[in-house]
């Protein structure tokens, strides 16, 4: 099982990014979806995920900003961040879960600075 993240990078206060998540390995529409970020020092948390059948749910410090979306087709999921801030920097992770079944990407970094 593969989950390749990209998408990240350095971005001011303010701006967008667009993170990918490509699946290998998995029936990926069967899975549950997740992006979780970890910043320095700090717990793994969650920002935002979306279930097989497409309910999302998200963070309080990701509503009205954040969107998350699959294509099944591609096998990947997205997460649109805008409007970020410096308090979004942090390393991105990708997560695909199913009953006990439980895969991590190795993260992609993004930094929020002016």
């Known amino acids: 099982v593969q989950l390749q993240a990209s998408g990240g990078g350095l971005v001011q206060p303010g701006g967008s990014l667009r993170l990918s998540c490509a699946a290998s390995?998995?029936?990926?529409?069967?899975?549950?979806m997740g992006w979780y970020r970890q910043a320095s020092g700090k717990q793994r948390e969650l920002v935002a995920s979306v279930s097989s059948s497409g309910q999302t749910i998200f963070a309080d410090s990701a509503k009205g900003r954040f969107t998350i979306s699959r294509a099944n087709a591609k096998n990947t999921v997205y997460l649109q961040m805008n409007s970020l801030k410096p308090e979004d920097t942090a390393v991105y992770y990708c997560?695909?879960?199913?009953?006990?079944?439980?895969?991590w990407g190795k993260g992609t970094q993004v930094t929020v600075s002016s």
């Open positions: 390995g998995i029936t990926f529409s069967l899975y549950g």
């Open positions: 997560n695909a879960r199913l009953l006990a079944q439980n895969y």
